[in-house]
Structures are given as C-alpha cells and as structure tokens.
C-alpha cells in the first residue's frame, strides 16, 4: 500500500470515529498525515516527498493501532506521539500538561511584538507556561533576555523541565512554581500570558479530546475572566514603566470586554483573527486599577 493511501483511510476512520480536532491540527486529513508519518518515523511536514512511499505489512498495522488508539482514548493525537510541533520548534508533551498551540508562538516567531520592546527589554515572563514551549520559543526569539517560567501546576513545570533541557536554555529559563503572580516580584519588561480561560458553558461543551487536559488549564470560572481579573489586578506592580503584557483569550473577547468596559487593549492579529491575543501597556493596567 502507498503512504498517501493510507493517510486516506487513517482520515476516513477518524472521521468516522468522530474525533475531535484543535490541537494542531484542524481537520482529519491533516491529523491523519501527523500520525501515519510519525509511525513510520518520517518527518511531519515531509508528505509530498514520500506519498509514494510503499508501506509493509507492519507498518500498516502499527498505523491503524495508532488510528483506532486515537479514536477509542480520544486523546489528542499530541498525547499519543509524545510530541507537538509550534513554530518549527518540537516540544515534549504529556498529559500532565495542556498541548500547546498558543497564538503567542506565532506573535514570537513574526517578530510582531518587537515594536513594544527596546534594547532594554531584559526580563521576560511566561505566565502559565503549561509545557514551557512559550518560554522557550521567547528565549530564542531574544536572545539577551532572561525568561521566568511559571505555572501553578507542579506536574505541568516537570514537563516544561523536560523542554527546556532538550533546547539548552537551563541558564536563560527559570521554572518557578507560583499562583498568579504571588511568587514573582519581577519587575518584569514583558509578560506573556495563555491563561486558563475557557467559560463555564463552553467548558460543559467541550469535545472529549479536551477533557484528556488538565481542567486547571482551561476552566476559567463563570465568565472565562476569573484568573484574568486578579492578574489585572496584580500586574502593575509586577511591571517596569515600559512594559507591556500580552494575554491570549481565545473566543472569549465579548466576556473580556464586558469586564473591562474601558480598558484600552491593542487586538493583535494572528492567524486565528484579530481578537484571540492583546495587548496592554503597564499604564493602561494601572488606570483600570485606578479606576476601575
Ligand atoms: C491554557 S494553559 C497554557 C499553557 C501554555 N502557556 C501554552 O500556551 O501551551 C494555562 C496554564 O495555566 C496554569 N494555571 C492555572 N491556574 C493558574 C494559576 N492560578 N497560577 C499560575 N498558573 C495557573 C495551568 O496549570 C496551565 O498550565
């Protein structure tokens, strides 16, 4: 049987199946290419060069085992391979943290946010860094800075450990274990923050592909806005005069703007549209402190 064929039939069972998709993938056939080309051991972007390729007996069954385990676990297809692509950069992951697929990536490897920043950007924070991949893809975006890593899940930062010793950069990414802010003093020149978010209803409807996650890295109360509000909270104080913090909401801008009508954000645009990722500067946070 040829490779690409039996990417098709992969597609079809998943689809079948009923599977959910989001977590880097989007659609059946996609999500079929990633687990027939990492059973065989093949690069994940590698298949126009080898759809041709012939598949032994072996193989097949090793990739429909793969196929049915995805369909009847309903775990993402990252939880199976161990493993998850952002930016060209491979991450470690498992289920004792969120699969990453966060917009910020896209916002680092663009270089989108570099107007916001100067030569005196030195102290970055990943607030919520779930498996580290955000932190990391930070420190190589800029090079001269110093990252902190923090989550609150202790199982989360070991496998962020695991991420930032497979990319060399123990001397640049310190893993720190705090609620909010509580134990980062920083000041900090940029905070970037993919928080648990997730609304009450939504959470009720999500596929079971999500519920594999940790529920500590998705639900966020009521409105979505439980952990936002108290980092909005905190954050000034946490902040130097220039800096500017980046918070990824997902599709949860209506209940963002319903609790804080006045804030002044800058909507960032990344593939996902222009309202999943803002932005704030140090002042505007303050204000809403002020008044709030
Ligand atoms: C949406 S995930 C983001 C993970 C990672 N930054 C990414 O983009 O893949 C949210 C993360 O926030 C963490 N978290 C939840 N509540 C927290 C809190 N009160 N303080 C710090 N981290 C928290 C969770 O453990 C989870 O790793």
Request: aromatic fraction near 6%; charge should be negative.
């Amino acid at each position: 049987m040829k490779l690409l064929a039996l990417v098709e039939e992969a597609a079809s069972r998943l689809e079948a199946g009923g599977v959910g998709f989001g977590h880097g993938t989007t659609n059946a056939f996609d999500e079929a290419a990633w687990l027939v080309l990492w059973s065989l051991g093949l690069p994940l972007d590698a298949l126009d060069e080898h759809e041709a390729r012939e598949v032994d007996a072996q193989e097949e069954r090793e990739v429909r085992a793969l196929v049915e385990e995805r369909i009847a676990s309903r775990k993402p297809a990252a939880y199976l391979t161990r493993e998850a692509w952002l930016q060209g950069v491979a991450f470690y992951v498992d289920e004792r943290a969120i699969v990453p697929r966060s917009f910020i990536a896209e916002l680092l490897a663009e270089g989108t946010l570099d107007p916001w920043l100067s030569e005196r950007t030195r102290k970055v924070l990943d607030l919520c860094t779930g498996n580290g991949s955000l932190a990391v893809l930070a420190a190589m975006a800029y090079p001269d800075v110093e990252v902190d890593a923090a989550d609150i899940s202790a199982d989360a930062l070991e496998v962020a450990r695991i991420n930032v010793d497979r990319h060399g950069l123990q001397d640049r990414v310190r893993l720190v274990q705090s609620d909010g802010l509580a134990a980062l003093p920083g000041p900090y020149d940029l905070i970037l923050c993919n928080p648990p978010y997730v609304n009450a209803q939504s959470m009720a409807q999500l596929p079971a592909e999500y519920r594999a996650e940790p529920e500590l890295a998705l639900a966020g109360g009521a409105d979505g806005m439980d952990f936002v509000r108290a980092l909005l909270r905190d954050a000034p104080s946490r902040m130097s005069d220039e800096a500017v913090l980046v918070l990824e909401i997902g599709n949860e801008r209506e209940h963002f703007e319903r609790a804080f009508p006045r804030l002044e954000a800058v909507w960032l645009e990344t593939s996902a549209g222009e309202d999943q990722v803002l932005l704030l500067t140090r002042d505007v946070i303050a204000g809403l402190t002020r008044n709030p």
